[in-house]
């Protein structure tokens, strides 16, 4: 019986990769520099677009519910109208009551929401700010800085200011460095900004202010204390959220709706991604990297291949079938992918931390989105190295000599 040597059925399939062990693939490309990195910035430009538009998705839905992860809250009540954080129709405090005698309610918090103008201290002009209102005697925020100046707002007319607010709102971080408090005015009422806190903007919010019940009642008076904008829940440790939700659901009336806390935040970023043209801008971007990246890879290759005609005709004539020419090409697809796709990824990481650094936007380059778009790259390249070969594959030696 004939035996094998050790390795030889490796063998093959490494001839198939690198044919007499010469890697013409790779000579193939770095005969034309030029051209070789023309396609590499060209993979580049497509791999950094698509990785910043991913990038640019994720933290979009993440800040818009910024100020969502900031509440400590297990389930949460709001009107059967309510759209988003920012429209929320008016839900009644009995409801958030009724809610707390089920037995593994801990606690209950209500919290008013609306937009008003405040006074640019530095120079007097006014614009709008979300302004949101809660009993500080509850524990509502999970924030640390939030919850160690919450006691300030017992003080009427007290607020606390988002630091990442948009600068137009006017420079209250760098006032406080100095004084204990700045004062302002938020709908004609004098307020008194005591501190700061991190929330971030929102698509609709360009800045956060945060104040007592009491304050948001004489800021806006047409509100009542009787009608909230959202109720929160605070169950007792070991409950079951869903199965709290549903028992709620079954015990309030119609008007009334019931989410467990991460439903809460599901709705808002599905209210974002489908009513507004964000998600359809961003996908579309994606396309175009994608279709630009493939059109450039497809114009090297299949220029290459026309260069070389001759060499693979000749190769063609003594008995190299297609699938050797179309590996070889799919080789340099690959080869390109490869190399055009760890520059792109560095610059998106910079871009990444710049964005973060000025627009406060959570961008972060996780292993996901290096993996989808990585497969998304070396699919453009595959197809554009498929195509380029339809000369080759349909070439005749005879006519070409």
């Given amino acids: 019986m004939r035996r094998s040597l050790p390795g030889s059925n490796r063998l093959p399939m490494l001839n198939k990769l690198i044919p007499l062990g010469i890697p013409l693939a790779w000579l193939n490309l770095m005969a034309e520099k030029k051209r070789f990195f023309v396609a590499l910035a060209g993979i580049m430009f497509a791999v950094t677009m698509m990785l910043f538009q991913i990038g640019l998705n994720s933290a979009l839905f993440t800040q818009v519910v910024s100020p969502h992860l900031k509440i400590n809250a297990d389930v949460v009540l709001v009107s059967t109208q309510y759209e988003y954080f920012g429209i929320s129709r008016t839900l009644k405090r009995t409801r958030l009551v009724q809610a707390r005698a089920h037995p593994d309610v801990q606690a209950i918090s209500g919290m008013h929401l609306i937009n008003l103008p405040i006074k640019n201290p530095a120079t007097g002009r006014d614009r709008d700010i979300f302004i949101l209102g809660f009993d500080p005697a509850n524990p509502l925020f999970n924030d640390p800085d939030i919850q160690s100046q919450q006691g300030e707002l017992k003080i009427p007319g007290s607020a606390l200011f988002d630091v990442r607010s948009r600068d137009a709102f006017g420079p209250f971080p760098r006032l406080l460095e100095t004084s204990d408090r700045v004062r302002t005015e938020v709908n004609g009422v004098r307020v008194d900004v005591v501190g700061?806190?991190?929330?971030?903007?929102?698509?609709?919010?360009?800045?956060?202010?945060?104040?007592?019940?009491?304050?948001?009642?004489?800021?806006?008076?047409?509100?009542?204390?009787?009608?909230?904008?959202?109720?929160?829940?605070?169950?007792?440790?070991?409950?079951?959220?869903?199965?709290?939700?549903?028992?709620?659901?079954?015990?309030?009336?119609?008007?009334?709706?019931?989410?467990?806390?991460?439903?809460?935040?599901?709705?808002?970023?599905?209210?974002?991604?489908?009513?507004?043209?964000?998600?359809?801008?961003?996908?579309?971007?994606?396309?175009?990297?994608?279709?630009?990246?493939?059109?450039?890879?497809?114009?090297?290759?299949?220029?290459?291949?026309?260069?070389?005609?001759?060499?693979?005709?000749?190769?063609?004539?003594?008995?190299?079938?297609?699938?050797?020419?179309?590996?070889?090409?799919?080789?340099?697809?690959?080869?390109?992918?490869?190399?055009?796709?760890?520059?792109?990824?560095?610059?998106?990481?910079?871009?990444?931390?710049?964005?973060?650094?000025?627009?406060?936007?959570?961008t972060y380059l996780t292993w996901d989105k290096i993996l989808i778009v990585f497969g998304l790259t070396v699919f453009m390249c595959v197809c554009a190295g498929a195509l380029a070969t339809r000369k080759l594959r349909h070439a005749n030696p005879s006519d070409i000599f």
Avoid at 251 to 260: E, G, S
Avoid at 347 to 359: D, F, G, H, N
């Fill in 196 to 362: 700061v806190f991190a929330m971030g903007t929102t698509f609709a919010a360009d800045g956060n202010l945060i104040v007592s019940e009491d304050t948001f009642l004489k800021l806006f008076p047409m509100a009542s204390r009787d009608e909230l904008s959202v109720g929160f829940v605070q169950l007792r440790e070991g409950a079951d959220a869903e199965q709290v939700a549903e028992d709620l659901r079954a015990r309030l009336k119609d008007d009334v709706q019931v989410m467990t806390y991460g439903a809460f935040i599901d709705n808002e970023k599905q209210y974002w991604q489908e009513r507004t043209p964000i998600g359809f801008v961003i996908t579309a971007s994606m396309i175009v990297s994608l279709v630009v990246g493939a059109v450039i890879v497809y114009q090297i290759l299949y220029t290459d291949v026309t260069d070389h005609l001759q060499e693979y005709a000749t190769l063609k004539s003594i008995g190299f079938r297609d699938v050797f020419f179309i590996n070889l090409v799919l080789q340099e697809s690959f080869i390109l992918s490869f190399l055009g796709f760890i520059p792109g990824a560095l610059l998106t990481a910079w871009l990444y931390k710049l964005t973060r650094e000025l627009a406060f936007m959570p």
